[in-house]
């Protein structure tokens, strides 16, 4: 009967060892870039996006004949939007297939877990995720958050750097437009997913910077199914707006529940409300919601003098033919993330600290999807709120607000 | 401890010594085993919990939890030691698990498991909720590396560390289970009646054995913090409690070994799905099903009827 | 000075509402949603009174009644009516299938395996869903209008008369199945001792076979009416499932008529909970209650004690 045992043991090791068998990788010409993303999981609505915007670009660059006629070659992990897989996913790409950097992941939380192994390996890491503190150090993080008034981070992590805009760009960009509108008393309404939470602790940090003063501050949880007692709950404040923070079906559940109940104030949504099919959904109940969306949301309506107006179009019409689905802001962030490393790899060649120095200082003025970025030593984003365009709702299609 | 498994954990430390060697310091595999180590602990104090004693918990993850934020909380927010933090971890698990098992295993059956379910929904809401501890949804990021002696522990001897619990435990628990008291619990599991009738008190054996796997649980995400250092609610929620709990009775409910096996197989599973993108829920599904329905005792119970098949056709060939 | 647009931006202070209309409204939401944990919660009760298991894949019943309606009626055009009964009737064969495929080759394993297996089988159902219908959500027409109508001091869309009607007709056609006809008789002989209903030549597997059926068709229709108001994604079937068993069990397992109480009953404290208490905890204090009715009364709201004991698990 000591078999059973050993039968453990011996089956536990083929299975790990087992991996190993899969193939090595052999030729050393091909650009090696690595990519993970929430393909499947509660953030899938950005990681897929993400990975199909990946897989065209590399069919671009290399229909183009490639970076300096080195094939580019992105490699694809999903990480399940879980954090330990996201780890495992990064080490895989790093050690089996010694990519030169990584982009993504989809989501702040994964790319906290992530950020250590890539400062060790000094390889660079391009996010696709909000969080100001996935490039900005912790004791950084907390110096802002202590002082007194508000401050933006000055120092970065090294091989750090991120492209979707930050949680607190768009809540500069919705308070700075309701302070011109006189709002001086919002409630917020933020799901309790890392998305909804970087929204709400931003929001709070920075509404008082625009004397605006938060009077309630409700949540739900992404499945739930509805929110009228919390929009009930706010409609007995005297708040003036509501904002609400969420992506996925959420938004448009508080959205029709806000107009079933008849609520006078307006309501405002984040960065993640930018898909038409939102609209849809919520059978008409969007008409006059407001949020702050990437000029790619509506490419078409953006002036041709704009910076962003070639990129966000070819994107936009390229992505919408080829996958037969609304483009989004979030593969968007990919694009970005990719194109800045074929502009470095370009410059720099497979050299990984070449690449980070170029990302660091050369990203200037350099327009993209979600807006025009300028990195440098004390801003790895590149990005400020007026990477943001207030749009409003209006007869079923976005529109300038005004 | 049997003679078998003797020979078996000695196998185990042996291949644990020199697998960083074979892997040739590949930090993807060792992370991998690390993980599975770390699991492992946890589907140990889970299967003794189940397999033995027979009580279910649908909520296990909290302890989890319970563990990684003490430790996370208090190494990064108090500046505790991670060993001071780490024996705080295993006193709140064992306090919490105590004064939740004493009404909840007074229940039975399926009322038993939406207890625990309760329970560990509850906490995982506190997780989520208490935010300027634990960081909230958005988790809890920077906890330290262990260090020893000045140097930080990286990936091999952080392997070394995990797997070192894992046999100590392993010890301890197969110890336990061929013990006086693993047989009063599996006299429990067989009828509390009948184990009442014995002299074996029922419940207080229940609420130990609970309170010994929650210390489990919690040893596991203390190790967990330290290792990945970012901690959020989502590892430890209903999901992880089911997980676990498939690892246990998928490997084999009855025994430490099974859950051992289980904990490989959902561990590497992932890993071995990975090229296939929108089809891996599928695919995962769809073998947890197969495994299920031609191995329903277990795929260690299965590989075990398998050998003895074979080694009575090879004893019955002339 | 230009007048203010219609409903932007006006100052907000007379339009406060009382405390009554509040709670009425929190009253509305929580039977809004809880009809959906009391249907969710009857299929988890038809399945346990006839075979002991808990069906964790009752979840995905719901989602999938959801979602196969969204595709029937929207993208193929079929009207409501025919789209509602194929709807009912594919879920219907789905959970039958699925009983032959996994529960019945088990009969002989232990509880738990049962129950593991149908925590395979929501997995295997939200992979097939997630495969079919991507990670969006979809959106269904309401039945009627889609004008908010006011009772009381609240608002409530027409929708919501929709959800009480047909689960009040559910709950009606399953009491009548159950007391008055020879199956449900049956089926109820089944839950009590199968093996006492066996010698009196009840087929018990075709009653498993039953009850998984008709758990299939309830959990169907429970999408099809929510999903007007809340939309369906493929993984809204995890959570449904976990308050549905709650309230089964708070309910008392074994017995319909307390699921549903039960189901109604998390829906509203989950309600008021997050309207007077904190939104963050909602979930939280509903399950608290549960516990707390468990830790005096373990065998739920309207269980028996003494069947609790008779029965295996």
């Not at chain 1, 001086?184 to 970087?198: L, Q």
């Not at chain 1, 050299?351 to 807006?371: C, F, Q, V």
């Not at chain 2, 042996?14 to 590949?26: D, E, H, M, T």
């Not at chain 2, 089809?279 to 260690?300: D, K, R, S, W």
């Amino acid at each position: 009967m000591a078999k059973r045992n050993l039968v453990t043991i011996l089956v536990s090791c083929l299975l790990v060892l087992g991996l190993s068998w899969q193939a090595f990788p052999a030729d050393k010409k091909p650009y090696r870039v690595g990519a993970v993303f929430a393909v499947t999981g509660g953030a899938s609505f950005l990681g897929e996006p993400e990975k199909n915007t990946a897989k065209m670009l590399e069919e671009w660059i290399n229909a183009a004949g490639g970076i300096q006629g080195h094939p580019l070659e992105v490699i694809i992990e999903d990480t399940k939007t879980d954090a330990s897989q996201a780890v495992l996913a990064v080490r895989k790409l790093l050690q089996k297939d010694k990519v030169i950097a990584v982009v993504g992941p989809s989501t702040s939380g994964e790319s906290m877990a992530v950020v250590p192994v890539m400062e060790k390996e000094k390889t660079p890491l391009i996010s696709c995720a909000a969080a100001l503190s996935i490039v900005t150090p912790k004791s950084e993080m907390e110096r802002i958050e202590k002082a007194k008034s508000f401050e933006m981070p000055k120092i970065q992590r090294k091989w750090i750097f991120k492209t979707p805009q930050t949680d607190t760009s768009a809540a500069e960009a919705i308070f700075d437009y309701m302070k011109k509108k006189g709002i001086t008393k919002v409630a917020i309404i933020t799901v309790s997913n890392a998305f909804g939470d970087g929204g709400r602790q931003q929001m709070k940090r920075v509404a008082p910077v625009y004397d605006i003063q938060i009077v309630a501050d409700e949540r739900y949880g992404p499945k739930d199914s509805d929110m009228t007692a919390q929009l009930t709950k706010i409609r007995g404040t005297d708040a003036q707006a509501v904002i609400n923070w969420s992506v996925g079906p959420p938004q448009v559940i508080v959205t029709k529940n806000w107009k079933q109940l008849g609520m006078k104030i307006p309501l405002y949504q984040s960065h993640g409300f930018g898909s038409k099919r939102n609209i849809e959904l919520a059978g008409g109940a969007a008409e006059g919601v407001i949020c702050p969306l990437s000029r790619l949301v509506v490419a078409e309506k953006v002036k041709e003098s704009d910076p962003q107006k070639a990129v966000i179009m070819k994107y936009k019409t390229e992505y919408e033919k080829r996958f037969k689905a609304g483009v989004s802001t979030f593969g968007g962030h990919a694009y970005d993330a990719i194109h800045m490393l074929a502009d470095a790899l370009k410059a720099a060649g497979p050299n990984k600290a070449k690449i980070r120095d170029y990302l660091e200082t050369k990203i200037k003025s350099w327009p993209g999807t979600g807006g025009v970025f300028n990195m440098s030593p004390q801003d790895h984003t590149g990005l400020t709120k007026a990477a943001f365009v207030m749009i409003e709702v209006k007869n079923g299609d976005w529109a300038f607000a005004d | 401890m049997k003679r078998k498994d003797s020979y078996a954990l000695l196998v185990m430390a042996v291949l644990i010594a020199i697998f960083p060697w074979i892997v040739a310091g590949n930090e993807y595999f060792i992370s991998i085993v690390v993980f599975l180590g770390i699991n492992s602990i946890i589907t140990m104090g889970l299967c003794l919990l189940m397999g033995y004693a027979g009580q279910i918990s649908l909520g296990h993850a909290a302890f989890y939890g319970i563990g990684a934020y003490s430790s996370g909380i208090l190494t990064t927010h108090y500046s505790f030691s991670p060993v001071m933090a780490f024996f705080l971890g295993i006193f709140f698990s064992a306090l919490v698990a105590y004064l939740v098992g004493k009404p909840t295993l007074r229940l039975k059956g399926h009322y038993m498991a939406v207890a625990t379910l309760g329970f560990g929904e509850i906490f995982f809401i506190a997780f989520n909720e208490l935010t300027p501890w634990t960081g909230g949804p958005s988790g809890l990021s920077g906890i330290p590396a262990l260090r020893f002696f000045g140097k930080t522990l990286e990936e091999t001897a952080y392997l070394y560390l995990v797997w070192g619990f894992v046999i100590l435990l392993l010890i301890f628990s197969l110890n336990m289970v061929n013990s006086r008291v693993g047989r009063a619990l599996r006299a429990v599991h067989g009828s509390e009646l009948a184990a009442n009738a014995m002299g074996v008190d029922a419940a207080r054996y229940k609420v130990q054995v609970f309170v010994l796997s929650a210390v489990y649980a919690s040893m596991a995400g203390s190790l967990y913090a330290h290792f990945v250092t970012f901690i959020s609610p989502s590892s430890f929620g209903l999901m992880p409690s089911i997980m676990f709990l498939m690892m246990v009775v998928v490997g084999g409910a009855g025994t430490i070994w099974g859950a051992l096996l289980g904990t490989a197989v959902f561990t590497s599973l992932p890993e071995y799905l990975r090229g296939l993108e929108d089809y891996e829920v599928l695919a995962y599904g769809g073998i947890l099903m197969f495994i299920l329905l031609f191995m329903p005792q277990g795929i260690l119970q299965r590989m075990q009827n398998l050998l003895n098949q074979m080694k009575q056709r090879v004893e019955k060939s002339p | 000075m230009k007048p203010p647009r219609s409903f932007v931006h006006v100052r907000e202070n007379s339009l406060k509402m009382s405390l009554t209309s509040q709670i009425i409204q929190f009253l509305f939401s929580g039977l809004n949603v809880g009809s959906i944990y009391a249907l969710v919660a009857l299929g988890f009760t038809m399945i346990y009174n006839a075979t002991s298991i808990i069906n964790l894949a009752q979840g995905e019943f719901v989602m999938l009644g959801g979602l196969i309606m969204v595709f029937l009626t929207v993208f193929l055009q079929i009207p409501m009516y025919l789209g509602l009964i194929l709807t009912v009737a594919a879920v219907t064969l789905l959970g039958a299938f699925f009983e032959r495929l996994a529960i019945h080759p088990l009969r002989n394993a232990s509880l738990l395996t049962l129950i593991i297996v149908t925590l395979a089988g929501s997995i295997l159902f939200r992979g097939i869903a997630m495969f079919l219908w991507g990670k969006d959500p979809y959106a269904l027409p309401p039945f009627s209008s889609s004008k908010p109508l006011h009772l009381w001091g609240a608002t409530l869309q027409p929708q919501f008369f929709w959800v009480l009607g047909i689960t009040g007709l559910v709950l009606l056609g399953v009491w009548f199945f159950f007391n008055r006809t020879l199956i449900g008789k049956a089926m109820t002989a089944c839950s009590f001792n199968s093996t006492a209903a066996r010698l009196v030549g009840i087929n018990v597997r075709k009653m498993v076979l039953f009850s998984f059926s008709l758990s299939a068709a309830v959990g169907a229709i429970a999408g099809i009416i929510i999903t007007p108001i809340t939309l369906m994604e493929y993984d809204r079937g995890p959570l449904l499932a976990l308050k549905g068993f709650a309230a089964a069990v708070l309910g008392g397992l074994g017995s319909g008529g307390g699921a549903i109480v039960a189901g109604f009953l998390i829906g509203i404290l989950e309600s008021l909970g997050a309207g007077l208490v904190s939104s963050g905890y909602k979930d939280a204090i509903a399950l608290l209650v549960m516990l707390i009715v468990l830790w005096v009364k373990p065998s739920g709201l309207f269980g028996s004690a003494e069947e609790s004991e008779l029965k295996k698990f």
